[in-house]
């Protein structure tokens, strides 16, 4: 939604302030350099990157113009789920969760928190770790490793959609310059026309330059920013489940566990110690 308000904002300024000052917003509509911007750009973002990254790259964008899921209900939610198997772990012991956590789209522990499920990516990696937790051959040193190599991957994968973006939006004041130079050689071929007609293609020309640069800096570029932030906040929520099961093989209680996991996440989402007290206890 900030991203639609953002683009409001931008053209309401530009333009606005263009038609203001005298200008006559028509003639910046010139489609033909929106085409060759445009399909320059797209060309170039085909070369440049393997199929993977397109793929990953397309299915990232629509992700901007929603907001965050990673709210502090969401935290809440994930923390008690933490706290249930675990404390389901201290009473009946490691074998107790096996079921749980080879079908935990079947299991009624984890069907309680639905919005912690549908996040398959955090479901794995949780179950996956609870499973080494259960066979007993890995001590918490090498866990932790272990985890750490995961997140650090998920993390560059994650990364793979800004780093596209930013690079398309570094190109295009380049494509812009190119259409201004393709305007600019029409009108050099049309030199002999009267100097009113020859100044229409030069404003034709300068608007190659004009598009390239304002579609960079305000429409494109930033959109990689927001895909780097939405990153950094899914990558929370493997450190919560990383620092809450590292306390949990160090042999602390679920619920100073589950206060573990709760320090390391963001100011801004966290939730207090009893406001995370309270959510446990409604779960139960």
Not at 35 to 58: D, E, Q, R
């Amino acid at each position: 939604m900030l991203v639609i308000l953002g683009y409001i904002v931008v053209c309401a300024c530009v333009f606005g302030g263009f038609a203001y000052s005298g200008g006559h917003l028509g003639s910046l509509w010139q489609p033909v350099e929106l085409v060759m911007i445009g399909g320059a750009a797209l060309g170039a973002f085909f070369v440049g990157n393997t199929m993977k990254s397109v793929k990953a790259t397309m299915q990232a964008l629509p992700s901007v113009f929603k907001g965050s899921q990673y709210t502090k209900d969401m935290y809440m939610e994930l923390m008690a789920l933490q706290f249930d198997v675990l404390s389901k772990v201290r009473k009946e012991g490691l074998m107790s969760i096996e079921g749980d956590i080879e079908a935990p789209e079947a299991s009624p522990l984890f069907s309680k928190y639905p919005a912690v499920l549908a996040d398959h990516h955090i479901i794995e990696f949780m179950t996956d770790y609870l499973r080494l937790m259960v066979s007993g051959n890995m001590d918490a040193m090498q866990i932790e490793n272990l985890m750490d190599n995961e997140i650090e991957t998920h993390h560059h994968e994650g990364a793979i959609p800004a780093h596209c973006i930013s690079k398309l939006g570094d190109g295009l004041p380049a494509f812009g310059i190119v259409a201004a130079v393709m305007g600019v050689v029409h009108t050099m071929e049309s030199v002999g026309i009267p100097p009113a007609e020859l100044g229409i293609l030069i404003a034709k020309a300068l608007v190659g330059t004009f598009l390239g640069i304002l579609l960079a800096y305000a429409f494109v570029t930033p959109l990689a920013s927001v895909l780097e932030q939405k990153l950094e906040e899914s990558t929370k929520m493997f450190q919560c489940v990383k620092v809450t099961l590292l306390a949990s093989l160090n042999g602390y209680a679920p619920a100073l566990a589950v206060e573990f996991g709760r320090k390391v996440l963001y100011s801004t989402e966290r939730p207090s110690f009893a406001e995370l007290e309270e959510h446990i206890k409604k779960k139960k």
